[in-house]
């Protein structure tokens, strides 16, 4: 698959982002966790139990000796079938193909702007399985807006959060929430970039069906565009 232009203006800039969590993605503590069907622990895991879907998460890490998991990007899995609802009808194809990255690590620890941005829009999309509190940023770059999403965060940040107000590069304007207010998930930050909003507002699609995989890459490029993670890139 070539670059979109997203991603190509992405990789010109790569020395321009900062972090958007305040841990080292590629320290040897960092390991690559597998929701897809092919890992036989997720998929006969109970995923509609948090709990155990957080024991599970943590178990996953311990295996691997990893203390922050991380992954996802156009991985086909199987973890939503926890919430069928939302990610599509069961007469239907489900929406199973993850369009950012998730960073599994510890409630409250900060999440900070890549880059200088104005923040575009705040909700909290509290549904089971959802994205919870929610915070999406507008950058801009050679003169071509863009714009990243964080889903799952805590909700007393957010709170205070408006369109419009200016962030600087590196400034913490949220957390990583627990559950069950992030959406009822294990703790960890999804993490997204999108070329057009499409019109939205506070939302936007993180799982895509597989066959529509191209449309959605060229909109969703790979957010380790950004995170820089060589574990992600091996």
């Known amino acids: 698959m070539s670059d979109s232009p997203l991603s190509a203006l992405l990789r010109r800039h790569a020395a ?30 109970d995923l509609r139990d948090t ?25 086909n899995r199987v973890i939503y079938r926890r919430s069928p609802g939302l990610f599509g009808d069961a007469a239907l194809p489900a929406r199973s193909l993850h369009l950012g990255v998730d960073v599994w690590l510890p409630a409250g620890t900060p999440v900070l702007a890549p880059l200088a941005a104005t923040i575009h829009s705040v909700a909290d999309n509290d549904h089971f399985g959802d994205y ?44 990583v929430g627990p559950w069950p207010e992030n959406g009822d998930w294990p703790p960890h930050l999804h993490f997204q970039l999108m070329a ?4 939205r507002v506070g939302d936007f699609p993180g799982v895509a069906l597989p066959s529509e995989q191209d449309y959605w890459a060229a909109l969703c490029p790979d957010p380790n565009l950004v995170l820089k993670s060589r574990i992600l890139a091996d």
């Open 51 to 75: 709990v155990a879907f957080d024991q599970l998460v943590n178990e996953l890490l311990a295996a691997q000796g990893a203390r922050i998991g991380v992954g996802g990007y156009l991985e």
């Open 196 to 199: 057009d909003m499409q019109g």
């Open 132 to 175: 919870g509190p929610t915070v999406i940023l507008q950058h801009e770059l050679e003169g071509t807006t863009f714009y990243s999403l964080y889903g799952h965060l805590g909700r007393a940040e957010c709170a205070p959060l408006r369109a419009g107000q200016l962030l600087e590069r590196g400034q913490a304007f949220a957390t």
């Open 16 to 45: 321009a982002f900062g972090p958007v969590l305040p841990v080292d993605l590629n320290a040897a503590d960092v390991a690559r966790l597998d929701f897809t069907a092919a890992n036989p622990r997720v998929a006969t895991a």
